[in-house]
Protein backbone atom coordinates (compact mmCIF):
# COMPACT_ATOMS: atom_id res chain seq x y z
CA UNK A 1 0.00 0.00 0.00
CA UNK A 2 1.38 3.26 -1.34
CA UNK A 3 2.28 6.40 1.84
CA UNK A 4 -0.47 8.40 0.81
CA UNK A 5 -3.25 5.09 1.07
CA UNK A 6 -1.30 4.62 4.23
CA UNK A 7 -1.62 8.10 5.55
CA UNK A 8 -5.65 8.14 4.91
CA UNK A 9 -6.55 5.27 6.50
CA UNK A 10 -4.61 6.60 9.50
CA UNK A 11 -6.65 9.80 9.61
CA UNK A 12 -9.83 7.26 8.84
CA UNK A 13 -8.57 5.27 11.91
CA UNK A 14 -8.19 8.38 14.07
CA UNK A 15 -11.46 9.80 12.71
CA UNK A 16 -13.15 6.84 13.35
CA UNK A 17 -11.96 6.13 16.83
CA UNK A 18 -12.75 9.84 17.90
CA UNK A 19 -16.87 9.28 16.68
CA UNK A 20 -16.67 5.81 17.84
CA UNK A 21 -16.50 3.72 14.89
CA UNK A 22 -18.77 6.15 12.49
CA UNK A 23 -17.77 7.54 9.37
CA UNK A 24 -19.70 9.44 7.17
CA UNK A 25 -20.03 10.09 3.78
CA UNK A 26 -18.51 13.69 4.03
CA UNK A 27 -15.81 12.45 6.34
CA UNK A 28 -15.04 9.94 3.66
CA UNK A 29 -14.97 12.89 0.96
CA UNK A 30 -12.95 15.02 2.95
CA UNK A 31 -10.89 11.99 3.51
CA UNK A 32 -10.32 11.33 0.07
CA UNK A 33 -11.49 7.63 0.43
CA UNK A 34 -11.39 6.06 -2.82
CA UNK A 35 -14.71 3.81 -4.07
CA UNK A 36 -13.55 0.54 -2.94
CA UNK A 37 -12.69 1.56 0.42
CA UNK A 38 -16.21 3.33 1.30
CA UNK A 39 -17.83 0.03 -0.04
CA UNK A 40 -15.68 -1.85 2.33
CA UNK A 41 -16.17 0.53 5.51
CA UNK A 42 -19.88 0.83 4.06
CA UNK A 43 -20.36 -3.53 4.72
CA UNK A 44 -18.66 -3.25 7.99
CA UNK A 45 -21.36 -0.44 9.14
CA UNK A 46 -24.26 -2.86 7.64
CA UNK A 47 -22.85 -6.01 9.34
CA UNK A 48 -23.19 -3.96 12.73
CA UNK A 49 -26.60 -2.77 11.71
CA UNK A 50 -25.37 0.89 11.51
CA UNK A 51 -27.80 3.58 9.59
CA UNK A 52 -24.34 4.70 8.46
CA UNK A 53 -23.91 2.41 5.77
CA UNK A 54 -26.43 4.58 3.75
CA UNK A 55 -23.69 7.49 3.51
CA UNK A 56 -20.98 5.32 2.74
CA UNK A 57 -22.57 3.23 0.05
CA UNK A 58 -24.43 6.64 -1.49
CA UNK A 59 -20.51 7.88 -1.48
CA UNK A 60 -19.26 4.39 -3.10
CA UNK A 61 -21.65 4.77 -5.51
CA UNK A 62 -21.21 8.45 -6.32
CA UNK A 63 -17.20 7.92 -6.38
CA UNK A 64 -17.65 5.05 -9.17
CA UNK A 65 -19.81 7.31 -11.70
CA UNK A 66 -16.52 8.63 -13.10
CA UNK A 67 -14.99 5.61 -14.15
CA UNK A 68 -18.25 4.49 -15.67
CA UNK A 69 -17.78 7.10 -18.14
CA UNK A 70 -14.42 5.46 -19.41
CA UNK A 71 -14.19 3.30 -22.46
CA UNK A 72 -15.93 -0.10 -22.21
CA UNK A 73 -12.85 -1.63 -22.89
CA UNK A 74 -10.90 0.10 -19.91
CA UNK A 75 -10.06 -2.42 -17.13
CA UNK A 76 -11.15 -0.01 -14.09
CA UNK A 77 -14.81 0.42 -16.10
CA UNK A 78 -15.62 -2.95 -15.24
CA UNK A 79 -14.54 -2.62 -11.42
CA UNK A 80 -16.46 0.52 -11.19
CA UNK A 81 -19.29 -0.82 -12.46
CA UNK A 82 -19.70 -3.69 -10.17
CA UNK A 83 -18.73 -1.18 -6.93
CA UNK A 84 -21.75 1.39 -8.57
CA UNK A 85 -24.57 -1.71 -8.49
CA UNK A 86 -23.76 -3.27 -5.86
CA UNK A 87 -22.99 0.06 -3.60
CA UNK A 88 -26.91 1.66 -5.33
CA UNK A 89 -28.56 -1.37 -4.66
CA UNK A 90 -27.46 -1.51 -1.00
CA UNK A 91 -27.52 2.25 -0.75
CA UNK A 92 -31.16 2.31 -1.48
CA UNK A 93 -32.05 -0.72 0.41
CA UNK A 94 -30.83 0.63 3.42
CA UNK A 95 -32.11 3.64 3.46
CA UNK A 96 -35.36 1.93 3.05
CA UNK A 97 -34.88 -0.06 6.29
CA UNK A 98 -33.71 3.03 8.18
CA UNK A 99 -36.81 5.07 6.33
CA UNK A 100 -34.12 7.68 5.61
CA UNK A 101 -35.07 7.81 1.83
CA UNK A 102 -38.05 9.95 1.10
CA UNK A 103 -39.26 9.40 -2.69
CA UNK A 104 -40.07 12.77 -3.31
CA UNK A 105 -37.48 14.78 -1.09
CA UNK A 106 -34.36 12.47 -1.29
CA UNK A 107 -31.94 11.58 1.24
CA UNK A 108 -30.05 13.57 3.87
CA UNK A 109 -26.52 12.10 4.19
CA UNK A 110 -25.66 12.77 7.74
CA UNK A 111 -22.66 14.42 9.31
CA UNK A 112 -22.19 14.81 12.85
CA UNK A 113 -23.91 18.05 13.99
CA UNK A 114 -26.63 17.51 11.11
CA UNK A 115 -26.87 16.97 7.33
CA UNK A 116 -24.84 18.91 5.58
CA UNK A 117 -24.93 17.04 2.12
CA UNK A 118 -27.72 15.94 0.25
CA UNK A 119 -29.07 13.42 -2.41
CA UNK A 120 -31.90 14.55 -4.13
CA UNK A 121 -34.68 12.95 -6.46
CA UNK A 122 -35.20 13.61 -10.17
CA UNK A 123 -37.99 12.17 -12.38
CA UNK A 124 -37.39 11.24 -15.84
CA UNK A 125 -40.16 9.90 -18.78
CA UNK A 126 -43.05 9.13 -16.09
CA UNK A 127 -46.25 10.34 -17.16
CA UNK A 128 -47.05 10.17 -12.79
CA UNK A 129 -46.93 13.39 -10.97
CA UNK A 130 -44.35 13.95 -8.28
CA UNK A 131 -46.71 13.61 -6.12
CA UNK A 132 -47.50 10.25 -7.16
CA UNK A 133 -44.29 8.81 -5.63
CA UNK A 134 -45.03 8.03 -1.86
CA UNK A 135 -43.06 4.59 -1.20
CA UNK A 136 -40.53 2.48 -2.79
CA UNK A 137 -39.76 -1.41 -3.18
CA UNK A 138 -37.15 -2.95 -4.61
CA UNK A 139 -38.37 -4.95 -7.62
CA UNK A 140 -35.99 -7.96 -6.40
CA UNK A 141 -37.61 -8.32 -3.13
CA UNK A 142 -40.63 -9.12 -5.29
CA UNK A 143 -41.07 -12.80 -6.12
CA UNK A 144 -42.48 -13.67 -9.66
CA UNK A 145 -45.51 -15.23 -7.80
CA UNK A 146 -48.75 -16.64 -10.00
CA UNK A 147 -46.95 -14.51 -13.14
CA UNK A 148 -45.92 -17.18 -15.73
CA UNK A 149 -43.76 -14.93 -17.35
CA UNK A 150 -41.66 -12.10 -15.80
CA UNK A 151 -39.74 -9.20 -18.00
CA UNK A 152 -36.27 -8.08 -16.85
CA UNK A 153 -33.38 -7.01 -17.96
CA UNK A 154 -29.71 -6.48 -16.44
CA UNK A 155 -28.42 -3.15 -17.17
CA UNK A 156 -27.46 0.26 -15.58
CA UNK A 157 -29.46 0.84 -12.24
CA UNK A 158 -31.69 -0.32 -9.59
CA UNK A 159 -35.10 -1.61 -10.77
CA UNK A 160 -37.89 -0.08 -8.22
CA UNK A 161 -41.91 -0.24 -7.80
CA UNK A 162 -42.77 2.90 -6.59
CA UNK A 163 -46.48 2.97 -4.96
CA UNK A 164 -48.64 5.36 -5.50
CA UNK A 165 -51.18 5.75 -1.92
CA UNK A 166 -54.21 7.36 -1.67
CA UNK A 167 -57.07 7.04 1.26
CA UNK A 168 -59.86 6.07 -1.06
CA UNK A 169 -61.00 3.44 -3.37
CA UNK A 170 -62.83 5.96 -5.59
CA UNK A 171 -60.13 7.63 -6.25
CA UNK A 172 -58.96 7.08 -10.29
CA UNK A 173 -56.49 4.58 -9.78
CA UNK A 174 -57.51 3.27 -6.34
CA UNK A 175 -56.14 3.43 -2.59
CA UNK A 176 -52.63 2.15 -4.11
CA UNK A 177 -51.33 1.71 -7.49
CA UNK A 178 -47.68 0.45 -8.05
CA UNK A 179 -45.69 1.31 -11.07
CA UNK A 180 -41.90 0.48 -12.16
CA UNK A 181 -39.48 2.62 -12.01
CA UNK A 182 -34.92 2.09 -12.49
CA UNK A 183 -32.61 4.08 -10.36
CA UNK A 184 -29.38 5.79 -11.06
CA UNK A 185 -27.37 7.81 -8.83
CA UNK A 186 -25.40 10.66 -9.99
CA UNK A 187 -22.83 13.23 -9.33
CA UNK A 188 -24.32 16.63 -8.85
CA UNK A 189 -22.88 18.42 -11.57
CA UNK A 190 -22.56 21.56 -9.64
CA UNK A 191 -20.39 20.07 -7.19
CA UNK A 192 -17.14 19.16 -6.33
CA UNK A 193 -17.21 15.67 -4.91
CA UNK A 194 -13.15 16.30 -4.31
CA UNK A 195 -13.83 19.51 -1.99
CA UNK A 196 -15.48 16.96 0.85
CA UNK A 197 -16.71 20.11 3.10
CA UNK A 198 -19.56 21.53 1.87
CA UNK A 199 -21.57 24.34 2.91
CA UNK A 200 -24.93 23.11 4.81
CA UNK A 201 -27.40 21.95 2.30
CA UNK A 202 -25.42 21.07 -0.71
CA UNK A 203 -26.61 18.71 -3.39
CA UNK A 204 -23.95 16.44 -4.14
CA UNK A 205 -25.89 13.91 -5.73
CA UNK A 206 -29.14 13.02 -7.66
CA UNK A 207 -30.93 10.27 -7.25
CA UNK A 208 -32.94 10.01 -11.30
CA UNK A 209 -35.86 7.46 -11.09
CA UNK A 210 -36.50 6.69 -14.87
CA UNK A 211 -39.83 5.21 -16.45
CA UNK A 212 -38.51 2.13 -17.61
CA UNK A 213 -41.42 1.39 -19.71
CA UNK A 214 -40.09 4.34 -21.96
CA UNK A 215 -36.81 5.11 -21.46
CA UNK A 216 -34.17 2.35 -22.36
CA UNK A 217 -31.36 4.19 -22.70
CA UNK A 218 -29.15 6.94 -20.98
CA UNK A 219 -26.25 8.42 -21.46
CA UNK A 220 -22.58 8.04 -18.81
CA UNK A 221 -20.00 10.16 -19.70
CA UNK A 222 -19.89 9.60 -23.77
CA UNK A 223 -20.95 6.45 -23.80
CA UNK A 224 -24.48 5.00 -23.65
CA UNK A 225 -25.67 2.38 -21.18
CA UNK A 226 -28.71 0.13 -20.86
CA UNK A 227 -31.01 0.43 -18.36
CA UNK A 228 -31.80 -1.96 -15.93
CA UNK A 229 -35.46 -2.95 -15.76
CA UNK A 230 -38.31 -4.86 -14.22
CA UNK A 231 -41.50 -3.98 -15.65
CA UNK A 232 -43.23 -7.17 -14.30
CA UNK A 233 -42.88 -6.27 -10.83
CA UNK A 234 -45.51 -4.41 -9.81
CA UNK A 235 -47.76 -6.26 -11.14
CA UNK A 236 -46.41 -9.46 -9.92
CA UNK A 237 -47.14 -6.97 -6.50
CA UNK A 238 -50.73 -6.29 -7.34
CA UNK A 239 -51.25 -10.42 -7.22
CA UNK A 240 -49.92 -10.73 -4.63
CA UNK A 241 -51.15 -8.51 -2.69
CA UNK A 242 -55.29 -7.67 -3.62
CA UNK A 243 -57.98 -8.76 -2.01
CA UNK A 244 -60.44 -10.45 -5.07
CA UNK A 245 -64.15 -12.00 -4.29
CA UNK A 246 -65.62 -12.40 -7.69
CA UNK A 247 -68.33 -14.36 -6.50
CA UNK A 248 -69.42 -12.05 -3.69
CA UNK A 249 -69.18 -9.71 -6.23
CA UNK A 250 -71.84 -11.65 -8.62
CA UNK A 251 -73.89 -13.14 -6.44
CA UNK A 252 -74.65 -8.83 -5.06
CA UNK A 253 -73.94 -6.87 -8.32
CA UNK A 254 -75.75 -3.80 -6.05
CA UNK A 255 -72.47 -4.15 -3.49
CA UNK A 256 -70.33 -1.35 -3.33
CA UNK A 257 -66.86 -1.55 -5.55
CA UNK A 258 -64.39 0.95 -5.34
CA UNK A 259 -62.71 -0.78 -8.24
CA UNK A 260 -65.79 -1.08 -11.07
CA UNK A 261 -65.65 1.41 -14.07
CA UNK A 262 -63.52 2.29 -16.26
CA UNK A 263 -60.37 2.66 -14.89
CA UNK A 264 -56.77 4.08 -16.07
CA UNK A 265 -53.43 1.90 -15.45
CA UNK A 266 -51.19 5.43 -15.70
CA UNK A 267 -51.85 9.45 -15.96
CA UNK A 268 -54.17 9.50 -19.37
CA UNK A 269 -51.49 10.22 -22.25
CA UNK A 270 -52.50 12.33 -25.71
CA UNK A 271 -51.41 10.83 -28.65
CA UNK A 272 -51.98 7.38 -27.23
CA UNK A 273 -54.19 4.78 -28.63
CA UNK A 274 -56.83 3.62 -25.37
CA UNK A 275 -56.61 0.19 -25.27
CA UNK A 276 -59.62 -0.90 -23.04
CA UNK A 277 -59.77 -4.90 -21.48
CA UNK A 278 -63.07 -6.10 -19.98
CA UNK A 279 -63.15 -8.77 -17.94
CA UNK A 280 -65.99 -11.80 -18.33
CA UNK A 281 -68.26 -13.44 -15.78
CA UNK A 282 -67.13 -14.29 -12.52
CA UNK A 283 -63.87 -12.65 -13.27
CA UNK A 284 -62.39 -8.36 -12.71
CA UNK A 285 -59.61 -6.72 -14.17
CA UNK A 286 -57.37 -8.44 -12.54
CA UNK A 287 -57.95 -11.09 -14.90
CA UNK A 288 -56.02 -9.14 -17.64
CA UNK A 289 -52.65 -8.79 -15.44
CA UNK A 290 -50.77 -11.79 -17.38
CA UNK A 291 -52.25 -9.86 -20.65
CA UNK A 292 -50.82 -6.47 -19.33
CA UNK A 293 -47.30 -7.72 -17.93
CA UNK A 294 -46.69 -9.31 -21.49
CA UNK A 295 -47.75 -5.83 -23.46
CA UNK A 296 -45.46 -3.79 -21.51
CA UNK A 297 -42.72 -6.02 -22.29
CA UNK A 298 -43.02 -4.42 -25.79
CA UNK A 299 -41.73 -0.35 -26.13
CA UNK A 300 -43.64 0.28 -29.06
CA UNK A 301 -46.77 -0.67 -27.16
CA UNK A 302 -45.88 1.31 -24.30
CA UNK A 303 -44.38 4.50 -26.59
CA UNK A 304 -47.95 3.93 -28.96
CA UNK A 305 -50.98 2.84 -26.29
CA UNK A 306 -52.29 3.59 -23.27
CA UNK A 307 -53.85 0.34 -21.78
CA UNK A 308 -57.34 1.25 -19.23
CA UNK A 309 -59.55 -1.34 -17.64
CA UNK A 310 -63.21 -1.88 -17.59
CA UNK A 311 -64.57 -3.75 -14.56
CA UNK A 312 -68.44 -4.35 -13.83
CA UNK A 313 -70.52 -6.68 -11.31
CA UNK A 314 -71.02 -9.59 -13.67
CA UNK A 315 -73.76 -10.69 -11.95
CA UNK A 316 -76.37 -7.93 -13.57
CA UNK A 317 -77.43 -7.93 -17.19
CA UNK A 318 -74.63 -7.04 -19.37
CA UNK A 319 -77.24 -4.55 -21.01
CA UNK A 320 -76.65 -3.02 -17.67
CA UNK A 321 -73.18 -3.25 -17.76
CA UNK A 322 -73.07 -2.19 -21.44
CA UNK A 323 -75.17 1.20 -20.51
CA UNK A 324 -72.34 1.80 -17.50
CA UNK A 325 -69.33 1.46 -20.13
CA UNK A 326 -70.74 3.04 -22.75
CA UNK A 327 -71.35 6.35 -20.35
CA UNK A 328 -68.04 5.63 -19.07
CA UNK A 329 -65.86 6.43 -22.01
CA UNK A 330 -68.17 9.34 -23.46
CA UNK A 331 -67.22 11.14 -19.80
CA UNK A 332 -63.67 10.01 -20.22
CA UNK A 333 -63.19 11.49 -23.54
CA UNK A 334 -65.58 14.55 -21.75
CA UNK A 335 -62.42 14.92 -18.91
CA UNK A 336 -59.38 14.58 -21.66
CA UNK A 337 -60.01 15.26 -25.36
CA UNK A 338 -63.45 17.83 -24.95
CA UNK A 339 -62.81 19.30 -28.25
CA UNK A 340 -62.19 15.65 -29.91
CA UNK A 341 -58.81 17.04 -30.88
CA UNK A 342 -57.08 13.68 -30.09
CA UNK A 343 -56.75 11.26 -33.05
CA UNK A 344 -55.76 8.36 -30.89
CA UNK A 345 -58.46 8.72 -28.67
CA UNK A 346 -60.95 8.57 -31.59
CA UNK A 347 -59.27 4.99 -32.70
CA UNK A 348 -60.12 3.22 -29.24
CA UNK A 349 -59.32 -0.45 -29.17
CA UNK A 350 -61.48 -3.18 -27.18
CA UNK A 351 -60.88 -6.40 -26.21
CA UNK A 352 -63.26 -8.31 -24.11
CA UNK A 353 -63.08 -12.20 -22.88
CA UNK A 354 -66.19 -14.31 -22.77
CA UNK A 355 -68.96 -12.00 -21.24
CA UNK A 356 -66.93 -8.64 -21.80
CA UNK A 357 -67.01 -9.60 -25.41
CA UNK A 358 -71.25 -8.68 -25.63
CA UNK A 359 -70.53 -5.95 -23.53
CA UNK A 360 -67.93 -4.77 -25.78
CA UNK A 361 -70.26 -5.46 -29.09
CA UNK A 362 -72.80 -3.60 -27.65
CA UNK A 363 -70.28 -0.48 -27.81
CA UNK A 364 -70.44 -0.86 -31.39
CA UNK A 365 -73.54 -2.14 -32.62
CA UNK A 366 -76.95 0.22 -33.71
CA UNK A 367 -79.90 -1.03 -31.45
CA UNK A 368 -83.07 -0.03 -32.92
CA UNK A 369 -85.74 -1.27 -32.14
CA UNK A 370 -84.37 -5.18 -31.83
CA UNK A 371 -84.10 -5.62 -28.61
CA UNK A 372 -87.29 -3.53 -27.14
CA UNK A 373 -89.08 -5.25 -29.41
CA UNK A 374 -87.63 -8.50 -27.46
CA UNK A 375 -89.16 -7.86 -24.41
CA UNK A 376 -91.98 -5.37 -24.72
CA UNK A 377 -95.16 -5.59 -27.27
CA UNK A 378 -95.85 -2.23 -27.77
CA UNK A 379 -93.61 1.00 -28.79
CA UNK A 380 -91.26 2.24 -26.09
CA UNK A 381 -93.16 5.88 -27.05
CA UNK A 382 -96.15 3.82 -25.22
CA UNK A 383 -94.17 3.08 -21.71
CA UNK A 384 -95.77 4.96 -18.90
CA UNK A 385 -92.81 6.65 -16.55
CA UNK A 386 -91.45 8.90 -14.77
CA UNK A 387 -88.56 10.94 -16.51
CA UNK A 388 -85.97 9.60 -14.96
CA UNK A 389 -87.55 5.41 -15.10
CA UNK A 390 -87.45 6.20 -19.06
CA UNK A 391 -84.07 7.81 -18.95
CA UNK A 392 -82.63 4.41 -17.31
CA UNK A 393 -84.46 2.33 -19.68
CA UNK A 394 -83.64 3.35 -22.94
CA UNK A 395 -79.91 3.70 -22.04
CA UNK A 396 -80.33 -0.11 -21.67
CA UNK A 397 -81.94 -0.86 -24.80
CA UNK A 398 -81.21 2.11 -27.24
CA UNK A 399 -78.29 3.30 -28.32
CA UNK A 400 -75.86 3.79 -31.66
CA UNK A 401 -72.00 2.75 -31.94
CA UNK A 402 -69.67 4.52 -29.80
CA UNK A 403 -67.72 6.79 -32.83
CA UNK A 404 -64.40 6.38 -30.75
CA UNK A 405 -64.46 2.80 -30.98
CA UNK A 406 -62.65 1.55 -34.42
CA UNK A 407 -61.85 -2.00 -33.30
CA UNK A 408 -63.05 -4.79 -31.13
CA UNK A 409 -61.11 -8.40 -30.39
CA UNK A 410 -63.57 -11.13 -28.87
CA UNK A 411 -61.92 -13.39 -27.01
CA UNK A 412 -63.86 -16.80 -26.17
CA UNK A 413 -66.92 -14.82 -26.38
CA UNK A 414 -70.15 -16.56 -26.37
CA UNK A 415 -72.27 -14.77 -29.43
CA UNK A 416 -74.58 -17.63 -29.32
CA UNK A 417 -75.03 -18.27 -25.36
CA UNK A 418 -73.41 -21.10 -24.19
CA UNK A 419 -74.75 -24.36 -23.29
CA UNK A 420 -73.27 -24.11 -19.63
CA UNK A 421 -75.75 -21.25 -18.94
CA UNK A 422 -78.38 -23.40 -19.27
CA UNK A 423 -76.97 -26.66 -17.34
CA UNK A 424 -77.69 -27.32 -13.56
CA UNK A 425 -74.46 -25.49 -12.73
CA UNK A 426 -76.13 -22.65 -14.52
CA UNK A 427 -79.42 -22.30 -13.28
CA UNK A 428 -77.87 -22.56 -9.51
CA UNK A 429 -75.87 -19.50 -10.47
CA UNK A 430 -78.53 -17.53 -11.89
CA UNK A 431 -80.60 -18.41 -8.61
CA UNK A 432 -77.78 -16.82 -6.17
CA UNK A 433 -77.83 -13.36 -8.05
CA UNK A 434 -79.60 -11.19 -5.94
CA UNK A 435 -80.34 -8.13 -8.47
CA UNK A 436 -79.83 -4.74 -7.03
CA UNK A 437 -83.45 -3.87 -5.21
CA UNK A 438 -83.98 -0.42 -7.23
CA UNK A 439 -83.92 -2.27 -10.74
CA UNK A 440 -86.38 -5.10 -9.71
CA UNK A 441 -88.10 -2.27 -8.26
CA UNK A 442 -88.29 -0.10 -11.21
CA UNK A 443 -89.71 -3.18 -13.80
CA UNK A 444 -92.18 -3.98 -10.95
CA UNK A 445 -93.48 -0.72 -10.85
CA UNK A 446 -93.23 -0.58 -14.92
CA UNK A 447 -94.97 -3.39 -14.95
CA UNK A 448 -98.18 -2.32 -12.57
CA UNK A 449 -98.32 1.09 -14.72
CA UNK A 450 -97.93 -0.92 -18.23
CA UNK A 451 -100.17 -3.41 -17.76
CA UNK A 452 -99.24 -6.61 -20.47
CA UNK A 453 -96.46 -3.95 -22.08
CA UNK A 454 -93.68 -6.58 -20.90
CA UNK A 455 -93.66 -10.27 -22.21
CA UNK A 456 -91.79 -12.92 -19.54
CA UNK A 457 -88.50 -11.94 -20.35
CA UNK A 458 -88.99 -8.64 -18.01
CA UNK A 459 -92.36 -9.52 -16.46
CA UNK A 460 -90.98 -11.53 -13.33
CA UNK A 461 -87.58 -8.89 -13.07
CA UNK A 462 -84.20 -8.62 -14.89
CA UNK A 463 -82.83 -11.05 -16.18
CA UNK A 464 -79.67 -12.16 -14.48
CA UNK A 465 -76.15 -11.86 -16.66
CA UNK A 466 -76.18 -16.17 -17.14
CA UNK A 467 -79.82 -15.44 -18.01
CA UNK A 468 -78.79 -13.29 -20.94
CA UNK A 469 -76.18 -15.89 -21.83
CA UNK A 470 -78.64 -18.81 -22.46
CA UNK A 471 -78.72 -19.89 -26.02
CA UNK A 472 -82.35 -19.36 -26.14
CA UNK A 473 -82.64 -15.98 -24.68
CA UNK A 474 -84.63 -13.52 -26.42
CA UNK A 475 -82.34 -10.79 -25.69
CA UNK A 476 -79.05 -12.47 -27.25
CA UNK A 477 -81.35 -13.49 -29.92
CA UNK A 478 -81.65 -9.94 -30.58
CA UNK A 479 -78.23 -9.21 -29.92
CA UNK A 480 -76.89 -11.62 -33.01
CA UNK A 481 -79.29 -9.49 -35.36
CA UNK A 482 -77.68 -5.80 -34.28
CA UNK A 483 -76.03 -3.85 -37.32
CA UNK A 484 -72.76 -3.14 -36.73
CA UNK A 485 -70.78 -0.23 -37.41
CA UNK A 486 -69.36 -0.80 -40.72
CA UNK A 487 -65.86 1.53 -39.76
CA UNK A 488 -65.07 -0.76 -36.83
CA UNK A 489 -63.03 -3.88 -37.75
CA UNK A 490 -63.73 -6.92 -35.84
CA UNK A 491 -61.40 -9.94 -34.22
CA UNK A 492 -62.21 -13.30 -33.31
CA UNK A 493 -59.80 -15.26 -30.60
CA UNK A 494 -61.35 -18.69 -29.61
CA UNK A 495 -59.95 -21.56 -27.90
CA UNK A 496 -60.45 -24.93 -28.93
CA UNK A 497 -58.37 -26.86 -26.55
CA UNK A 498 -61.06 -28.45 -24.27
CA UNK A 499 -63.53 -30.00 -26.55
CA UNK A 500 -67.03 -30.86 -25.38
CA UNK A 501 -68.15 -34.80 -24.45
CA UNK A 502 -69.90 -34.82 -27.55
CA UNK A 503 -66.67 -33.62 -29.43
CA UNK A 504 -67.97 -30.26 -30.09
CA UNK A 505 -64.84 -28.38 -30.48
CA UNK A 506 -64.50 -26.04 -27.62
CA UNK A 507 -62.57 -24.13 -24.77
CA UNK A 508 -64.88 -26.52 -22.63
CA UNK A 509 -67.20 -23.19 -21.83
CA UNK A 510 -67.76 -21.70 -25.30
CA UNK A 511 -68.44 -23.66 -28.24
CA UNK A 512 -65.57 -22.59 -31.30
CA UNK A 513 -69.19 -22.02 -33.09
CA UNK A 514 -70.50 -19.23 -30.74
CA UNK A 515 -67.26 -18.13 -30.31
CA UNK A 516 -66.84 -16.95 -33.76
CA UNK A 517 -68.22 -13.69 -35.46
CA UNK A 518 -69.58 -13.41 -38.98
CA UNK A 519 -67.95 -10.64 -40.34
CA UNK A 520 -64.68 -10.98 -38.80
CA UNK A 521 -61.67 -9.63 -40.35
CA UNK A 522 -59.17 -12.45 -38.67
CA UNK A 523 -59.99 -15.71 -36.87
CA UNK A 524 -56.75 -17.35 -34.58
CA UNK A 525 -58.07 -20.57 -32.82
CA UNK A 526 -55.52 -21.33 -29.77
CA UNK A 527 -55.51 -24.75 -28.49
CA UNK A 528 -56.18 -23.61 -24.60
CA UNK A 529 -58.98 -23.42 -21.87
CA UNK A 530 -61.51 -20.58 -21.62
CA UNK A 531 -60.05 -19.10 -18.50
CA UNK A 532 -56.82 -19.42 -19.59
CA UNK A 533 -57.02 -17.68 -23.03
CA UNK A 534 -56.13 -14.02 -21.19
CA UNK A 535 -52.72 -15.89 -20.11
CA UNK A 536 -51.89 -17.74 -23.01
CA UNK A 537 -48.51 -16.12 -25.09
CA UNK A 538 -50.60 -17.28 -28.57
CA UNK A 539 -53.41 -14.89 -27.57
CA UNK A 540 -50.69 -12.34 -26.60
CA UNK A 541 -49.21 -12.65 -30.16
CA UNK A 542 -52.25 -12.05 -31.92
CA UNK A 543 -53.28 -9.03 -29.97
CA UNK A 544 -50.10 -7.97 -31.22
CA UNK A 545 -50.27 -8.29 -34.49
CA UNK A 546 -53.55 -7.12 -34.20
CA UNK A 547 -52.06 -4.11 -32.60
CA UNK A 548 -49.66 -2.98 -34.92
CA UNK A 549 -51.89 -3.68 -38.24
CA UNK A 550 -54.31 -0.95 -35.99
CA UNK A 551 -51.30 1.45 -35.51
CA UNK A 552 -50.20 0.99 -39.39
CA UNK A 553 -53.82 1.89 -40.43
CA UNK A 554 -53.47 5.36 -38.14
CA UNK A 555 -50.36 6.15 -39.28
CA UNK A 556 -51.41 5.33 -42.89
CA UNK A 557 -54.73 7.38 -42.68
CA UNK A 558 -53.09 10.73 -40.76
CA UNK A 559 -49.95 10.17 -43.11
CA UNK A 560 -47.74 10.01 -39.91
CA UNK A 561 -44.02 9.44 -40.74
CA UNK A 562 -41.92 7.17 -37.82
CA UNK A 563 -38.47 5.89 -37.60
Known sequence: MSRIRIAIFSVLLISAWRTGGRVTAAEAGALKLTAEEAYQQAGD???????????????????????????????????????????????????????????????????????????????????????????LQLASDIRPGKLKRYWREDGLGVPLVVLRLRNSDRDPYGKWMPFAATAILRPDSRTSLAAGNWPPGTVIGVLDLYDPLRVTDIDVGPSSCRLARDTSAPLALVLRDVNRDNFQDFMHPNRPDGNSGLRLLEP????????????????????????????????????????????????????????????????????????NRDPAQQQVVLIGHSMGGLVSKLQVTYSGNMLWDRVATRPFSELRADPQQRDAIAKMFFFDPLPSVKRVVFLGTPHLGSFWAQSLYGRFGSSLVRMPRDSDDLISTLSKSNPKMFNSTLRNGIPTSIDLLKPDSPLLLGMQQLSINPSVKLHTIAGNG??????????????????????AVS?????????????????????????????????????????
Not at 49 to 56: E, F, G, I, M, P
Not at 314 to 331: E, I, K, N, V, Y
Not at 502 to 512: Q, R, S
Not at 526 to 549: F, K, M, S, Y
Open 45 to 135: AELKKSADCVDLYAWAALQSWPAMAAPASAPEREQAVRVYQDSLQKMISNALKYKRLDPQKGLDLRVRGGGDARIVVSRNGFAWQAEDFND
Open 498 to 519: VPFSDGTPADGVVALDSARHPG
Open 523 to 563: ERFINAGHNDLPDNPDTTAEILRILTEHLQQIDATYRVSRP
Open 268 to 339: YQPGRVPVVLVHGLLSDKFTWIPLVNDLRSVPWVNNRCQIWTFQYPTGQPFLQSAATMRQSLRDMAGVYDPQ
